[in-house]
């Protein structure tokens, strides 16, 4: 059985009503009763042993990799019809992969306000790039999603932030592309798929040093706080006023993506087959 991640165990609120409760109920017990089961981060494999006592040789951890789609290379042209599409200038700071609370767009949204502010008064650049967030708007669905449209009007932060809703994955491969940076300070992942897709496009990624992102990211990637807007902030700013620091990221970035690879995710599965 492979295991992405034991969320809703760890995460109450995601068993907010008797449907719910029961689906995870009934994943629950397929993991407990599986014979072996595929984990795809050491952290997934914390969690079963610490949260529903699997025993550890039951577990093999095999890292996921990214679709093949987020390998290939962008050229200027798609660059620039993406860009047109979105209504999007070159370069802007990019979140996305979802909206749930726990993937921190709200923190994100206030650290980029910070960045803003202090660009004010530092005058580190001419202008901060935009930012953009992608991610299904669900208002409905409070408290799990956050209301961002909400959130950047309280802010008063319209006029430089572009709001995506829903993106197709066909085109993500370019966002990310054209894309100054990646920034994605979510709060627990089971892998956190975000971080790779990014990397495999060269893109400077800042995340947070949670769960199971460190092994995603490794030292090919900058950490930030998730619950500090300031130091988010003033990562987002080190790489914006560091060309240097962003070419080394990119490159890294791009060297860490490829130990990734569905050949050796399907070798181990093979293996414990056997």
């Known amino acids: 059985m492979l295991v992405h991640d034991i969320i809703p165990k760890l995460f109450p609120e995601y068993q907010n009503n008797f449907r719910k409760k029961y689906y995870w109920s009934q994943i629950e017990k397929a993991i407990k009763s599986a014979d072996k089961i595929i984990a795809n981060s050491k952290r997934t494999e914390k969690d079963l042993i610490q949260h529903l006592d699997i025993y550890p040789a039951k577990i093999t951890v095999s890292y996921l990799d990214a679709d093949e789609i987020y390998k290939k290379d962008i050229s200027e042209k798609q660059r620039s019809k993406i860009l047109k599409k979105y209504a999007l200038k070159p370069g802007y700071i990019y979140n996305g992969g979802g909206l749930e609370v726990r993937k921190n767009a709200e923190g994100v949204i206030r650290a980029y306000k910070k960045l803003l502010e202090s660009n004010k008064t530092l005058h580190f650049m001419k202008e901060v790039p935009q930012l953009a967030i992608s991610g299904k708007l669900m208002p409905q669905l409070a408290p799990l999603i956050v209301d961002i449209e909400k959130l ?5 932060i319209s006029q430089h932030v572009k709001i995506l809703d829903f993106v197709p994955q066909e085109d993500l491969p370019a966002i990310y592309a054209a894309a100054g940076m990646f920034i994605y300070p979510s709060k627990y992942e089971g892998f956190g798929l975000p971080v790779l897709e990014a990397m495999n496009q060269g893109t400077p990624v800042i995340t947070a040093k949670t769960s199971s992102l460190p092994e995603v990211g490794g030292d090919s990637v900058l950490y930030c706080d998730p619950d500090d807007i300031n130091d988010m902030a003033m990562v987002m700013r080190n790489i914006l006023i560091n060309k240097d620091l962003h070419e080394t990221l990119s490159r890294r970035g791009k060297e860490r993506a ?17």
């Open 152 to 156: 950047v009007k309280e802010l008063n």
């Open 258 to 274: 490829e130990q990734f690879s569905w050949k050796k995710f399907t070798q181990k599965f093979l293996n414990i087959l056997d």
